[in-house]
């Protein structure tokens, strides 16, 4: 069965500190992973997208790594701001189909305080 | 930000209520979603879109339908309303070349609370 597993459920961090987010996944065959920042009342917004042959991308102070083999993507949140506080969700997208299937975590509920 | 819009943001409706949650886009996209999505849970394909008059159901069950009738509007329509139908729906859309490589793009949803 695929899936995408994500943890922490939610975390909590000082403004300014660091924070590296985890996310597992069973989708076979892979597509491309994606990062999305969900705020509070909005829709996601993609912060980042790997292929199978990418093991890093950078956006900004978030970097996204890819390790294909484990099929273990992780997010990590530098120098981290007020405006951070959000759900990141790892998606994970399959080549079986035209639609380009995808499948969502649930989401690592993120909260910096100051 | 996306050029994709939801309307209403918030809506309270008894139960048995008719109601229609817009979805319009201004990027010429083929393709449309809609999302169910419960705190702290996935986000649930329910409805989707390759373009003009295509429609296909999701993989999650739903009693709603939808409509694409304008490359631009994708509303979703529930006949008769019932507490279950409580939740947050999200509509997205995406270019059609380049599968699911292209991103999509959402709108910031309809939060709905059937009484």
């Known amino acids: 069965k695929n899936q995408v597993e994500q943890s922490p459920q939610s975390l909590i961090i000082l403004e300014g500190k660091n924070c590296t987010l985890q996310c597992n996944y069973t989708v076979s065959p892979f597509s491309n992973l994606r990062w999305y920042k969900q705020d509070t009342g909005r829709g996601p917004v993609s912060l980042t997208i790997m292929t199978f042959s990418e093991n890093t991308k950078s956006n900004g102070r978030y970097t996204a790594t890819l390790d294909a083999d484990t099929k273990q993507s992780s997010l990590h949140i530098t120098a981290s701001q007020l405006s951070d506080s959000a759900s990141y969700i790892c998606?994970?997208?399959?080549?079986?189909?035209?639609?380009?299937?995808?499948?969502f975590g649930r989401g690592t509920q993120l909260t910096v305080w100051p | 930000e996306a050029d994709i819009y939801q309307t209403p943001r918030y809506l309270v409706i008894g139960t048995g209520k008719k109601i229609t949650l817009e979805c319009s886009q201004t990027?010429?996209?083929?393709?449309m979603y809609w999302y169910q999505q419960d705190p702290g849970m996935e986000l649930h394909l329910i409805h989707y879109s390759y373009g003009v008059n295509s429609t296909e159901k999701g993989d999650l069950s739903s009693e709603s339908t939808v409509s694409r009738i304008r490359t631009e509007h994708f509303p979703l329509t529930l006949e008769s309303a019932r507490p279950s139908h409580t939740s947050q729906y999200l509509c997205?859309?995406?270019?059609?070349?380049?599968?699911?490589?292209?991103?999509?793009?959402f709108g910031p949803g309809t939060r709905l609370t059937v009484l």
């Open positions: 997205a859309s995406s270019e059609s070349e380049g599968g699911s490589y292209n991103e999509q793009f």
């Open positions: 990027m010429g996209h083929d393709k």
């Open positions: 998606v994970v997208s399959d080549r079986g189909s035209t639609l380009g299937r995808l499948y």
